[in-house]
T-cell receptor, first 114, second 110 residues
Framework: DTGVSQDPRHKITKRGQNVTFRCDPI?????LYWYRQTLGQGPEFLTY????????KSRLLSDRFSAERPKGSFSTLEIQRTEQGDSAMYLC????????????FGQGTRLTVV | SQKIEQNSEALNIQEGKTATLTCNYT??????LQWYRQDPGRGPVFLLL?????KEKRKERLKVTFDTTLKQSLFHITASQPADSATYLC?????????FGPGTRLSVLP
């Protein structure tokens, strides 16, 4: 296992289209996080999973965003009816459960909505 | 309101000197705090974690302090090198999750 993998690395889409991103975490990790990052800002929390259960979602996450982790392994993040304000880097991270555990991040998916 | 601030958007220092980055927070009570490094176009990479009952943590040329009274963490890189140039992010634990500061872009000049 070489770490957290995200696909695609880059996505350009027209406003109004739906997009889906995939994240493959480190296989032993139960927890999986999605973050969004815009230029010059730190990553902003979107949601996280413990195994297949989605345990927390940010209030900033509109109804257009949905995430799944169907078998507790890989996860997908879908954005429906994309808007220009959705343009950002979408980062996935995974970790062991519990306190005091570091998160391992993927390289991110850069989304550009035109 | 809750806020995390990192000392400055950008910090330039001379090679060989010690870089000191600060992370201040308001209206959080983190059980632990982490520091990450992020290079352009890449995901953050974990560096150090310090718990609320620890005052200091070291790893090679890196040192982190955590003062829960001042609500501040300091991150030091000694004998800095141009390869240390990157953005450094602090992250506070928040329940089962963690929240990031805006980052400080460090440039180490040869």
């Amino acid at each position: 296992d070489t770490g957290v993998s995200q696909d695609p690395r880059h996505k350009i889409t027209k406003r109004g289209q739906n997009v889906t991103f995939r994240c493959d975490p480190i296989s032993e990790h139960n927890r999986l996080y999605w973050y969004r990052q815009t230029l010059g800002q730190g990553p902003e929390f979107l949601t996280y999973f413990q195994n297949e259960a989605q345990l927390e979602k940010s209030r900033l996450l509109s109804d257009r965003f949905s995430a799944e982790r169907p078998k507790g392994s890989f996860s997908t993040l879908e954005i429906q009816r994309t808007e220009q304000g959705d343009s950002a880097m979408y980062l996935c991270a995974s970790s062991f459960p519990g306190m005091n555990t570091e998160a391992f991040f993927g390289q991110g998916t850069r989304l550009t909505v035109v | 309101s809750q806020k995390i601030e990192q000392n400055s958007e950008a910090l330039n220092i001379q090679e060989g000197k010690t870089a000191t980055l600060t992370c201040n927070y308001t209206n959080y009570s983190p059980a632990y705090l982490q520091w990450y490094r992020q290079d352009p176009g890449r995901g953050p990479v974990f560096l150090l974690l310090i718990r609320e009952n620890e005052k200091e943590k070291r790893k090679e040329r890196l040192k982190v302090t955590f003062d829960t009274t001042l609500k501040q963490s300091l991150f030091h890189i000694t004998a800095s090198q141009p390869a240390d140039s990157a953005t450094y992010l602090c992250a506070l634990s928040l329940g089962q999750n963690f929240v990031f500061g805006p980052g400080t872009r460090l440039s180490v000049l040869p």
